[in-house]
C-alpha cells in the first residue's frame, strides 16, 4: 500500500497578515512519541513554522516512553523562545495507563509560563481514557494543579455528555472524519460537534473542535497493524467551513505530524519514525509525500474563525491534490473502507472576487487528454474531477479574464502496480494581479 501524500508547488509568495484575536486558540495535535531524536532547536523550527500558518500552539500527545517528558521540557523551552506560542499536554491514554504516578510525569509542564491556561488553570486533554470518570476525579483531586480538564472521548454518545460526565469542564473528540462505510465524497456529518457544543454551552464548559485533512494508513509493529483510509478527499475546506459555522470555543487541528496515518501538515523531518513497518515507503516513496501546503491553506480559515468575518483576500489561492492511483489498483490487502475513496482530483480556489476585472476565473483540468473546465463563481470553491479510465499526465491550468491561459502545471502521473495504493499530490498555486 502507498500511503496517501501530498506534493504541493508555490509559484508566487506574499506575505498575508493575520490578525488573531482574543480567546478562541487553534492548537495542532503533536506526537510526542515521534520526537526521540528531537531537540529543542527541532522543536524551535516545528512552531516557527506553525506560528507562519496561524496556530497559537501545540497539544503534545504523551505516552509511556521515560524520555517523553524531556521532549516535552525541550518543547516548552522551544515555545518561551517564540513569544507567546502556548503548549498544553494531551495524555494518550493507548500508551498510557491510568495510572497518577505516569501522568504525574508530565505535571511539571503546567508550571511553565508557555503552557496553556483556561481561566487561569491549566489545560490538560486525552486521547480516549473513557469509562474512567472515578479515576479521572481522583487525579484532578491528587495533582494539586486545578486542571482544566478537557478529554477526546469520542466512544460516548455525544448528547448531553458534559451534564454527564461532569469531571470533564471541556470535551474535545476525534470523530473528525466521515463514518466508515459513508460512500465517496459523502459530506462530513457534524451533528456530533453541535452536540457537544449544546452541552458545552448548557453546562456553562467549552467544546474544542477537531479539523483533519485525511486519514489513510497501511503500517505495523509488534502484534499490531492498521490498514484503512476514510473517506477524506473533499474533508478539508468543507471541514473548515464548519467550524467557521459552528464557533466553538477552541480547535485542534489533527495532526502536526502523525505521519502513521497521513494526517501530517508539517514537512516531513527527522521526527518520521522510521523504526515503524510500512512507515517508510509510505511516507518517501516512490517520493516525499509534503503535506504542508494544506498548511498554508488552513491559513485563511484560521483567521476568518478566530474573527467570526471573511478575511481579505490579497492573493488568490488554488491548491489541488489527488491519489496517482485508482483506488481498485491494489496488489495484496486492500484497506478497509476502501469504496468510500473518490477517485477525483480535488481543486480548492479562494479568490478576492468571482467577477475578476468584470470577467471570470476558468480552470481548466487535462488528465491524459481528458478534459474538464469549469467556472469559479465562489470565493471559496471545491471540485471534485473524477479519475479518467486511462491514467497519465495532469495538466491544471487558469484562464484568466481575458480568455488567456495565466499559468499552467503539468504533472507526470506515475503508475505503479506494486500494491501501493495512493500517493496524494497536493500542488497549490497564488496569482497576483
Same mark, same amino acid.
Given at each position: ?17 493575520? $490578525? ?5 486558540? !487553534?492548537?495542532?495535535? *503533536? +506526537? $510526542? ?18 506560528? #507562519? ?6 497539544? %503534545? ?31 494518550? +491514554? ?8 505516569? /501522568? ?43 486542571? *482544566?480538564? =478537557? ?18 469542564? =471541556? ?94 501538515? =508539517? ?14 515507503? +509510505? @511516507? ?7 503535506? &504542508? ?11 476568518? *474563525? ?6 481579505? $483576500? ?11 492511483? %485508482?483506488?481498485?489498483? !491494489? ?11 473518490? &477517485? =477525483? ?17 476558468? +480552470?481548466?483540468?487535462? %488528465? ?25 499526465? $495532469?495538466? @491544471? #491550468? ?21 500494491? /501501493? ?13
Amino acid at each position: 500500500m502507498k500511503v496517501l501524500t501530498i506534493r504541493w508547488f508555490l509559484s508566487t509568495i506574499l506575505t498575508q497578515s493575520y $490578525v488573531h484575536s482574543s480567546n478562541k486558540k !487553534v492548537f495542532a495535535h *503533536y +506526537m $510526542v512519541g515521534f520526537s526521540f531524536q528531537s531537540d529543542q532547536n527541532y522543536f524551535d523550527s516545528q512552531i516557527k513554522r506553525a506560528i #507562519s500558518g496561524g496556530f497559537d500552539g501545540f497539544a %503534545l500527545n504523551v505516552g509511556k516512553d521515560q524520555w517523553q517528558p524531556d521532549r516535552a521540557a525541550k518543547a516548552l523551552a522551544a515555545a518561551k523562545n517564540n513569544g507567546n506560542f502556548l503548549i498544553f499536554v494531551s495524555f494518550d +491514554m493507548s500508551s498510557l495507563t491510568f495510572d497518577n504516578n505516569l /501522568l504525574s510525569r508530565f505535571h511539571f509542564a503546567a508550571l511553565h509560563p508557555n503552557y496553556f491556561r483556561v481561566d487561569n488553570r491549566p489545560f490538560f486533554s486525552t486521547f480516549a481514557g473513557e469509562n474512567q470518570d472515578q479515576f479521572w476525579t481522583s487525579w484532578k483531586s491528587r495533582s494539586g494543579l486545578n486542571p *482544566y480538564f =478537557c478529554p477526546s472521548w469520542p466512544n460516548y454518545p455525544t448528547k448531553n455528555l458534559l451534564q454527564l460526565h461532569p469531571v470533564a469542564d =471541556c470535551i474535545f473528540t476525534w470523530n473528525a472524519w466521515p463514518a466508515p462505510n459513508s460512500s465517496p465524497g459523502f459530506p462530513f456529518d457534524n451533528s456530533g460537534d453541535k452536540n457537544l457544543l449544546a452541552s458545552a454551552k448548557s453546562t456553562g464548559k467549552t467544546y474544542m473542535a477537531p479539523v483533519a485533512p485525511w486519514f489513510y494508513t497501511n503500517v505495523w509493529g509488534p502484534e499490531w497493524s492498521k490498514n484503512w483510509i476514510f473517506s477524506s478527499e473533499l474533508l478539508l475546506p468543507q471541514r473548515w467551513m464548519q467550524i467557521v459555522e459552528m464557533q466553538p470555543d477552541f480547535v485542534e487541528f489533527v495532526t502536526w505530524n502523525d505521519y502513521s496515518e497521513s494526517s501530517y501538515i =508539517c514537512k516531513i523531518g527527522s521526527d518520521l519514525p522510521t523504526d515503524m513497518g510500512g512507515i517508510t515507503s +509510505m @511516507i518517501n516513496t516512490p517520493q516525499p509525500m509534503k503535506h &504542508d501546503a494544506w498548511l498554508d491553506l488552513s491559513k485563511h480559515y484560521i483567521q476568518w *474563525y478566530k474573527q467570526n468575518i471573511r478575511p481579505a $483576500v490579497n492573493i488568490e489561492q488554488f491548491y489541488w491534490w489527488y491519489r496517482i492511483h %485508482l483506488k481498485n489498483n !491494489v496488489v495484496g490487502s486492500p484497506p478497509q473502507y476502501r469504496n468510500d475513496a473518490n &477517485d =477525483c482530483v480535488v481543486i480548492h480556489s479562494i479568490v478576492k472576487s468571482v467577477r475578476p476585472l468584470n470577467g471570470q476565473y476558468k +480552470m481548466i483540468i487535462d %488528465l491524459n487528454g481528458t478534459k474538464t473546465s469549469y467556472l469559479i463563481t465562489k470565493l471559496e470553491q471545491t471540485e471534485c474531477v473524477p479519475f479518467p479510465k486511462n491514467p497519465g499526465y $495532469v495538466t @491544471i #491550468s487558469l484562464e484568466g479574464p481575458d480568455n488567456t491561459i495565466w499559468w499552467a502545471e503539468v504533472i507526470a502521473f506515475r503508475a505503479h502496480n506494486d500494491g /501501493l495504493l495512493t500517493v496524494l499530490k497536493e500542488k497549490s498555486r497564488r496569482q497576483s494581479r
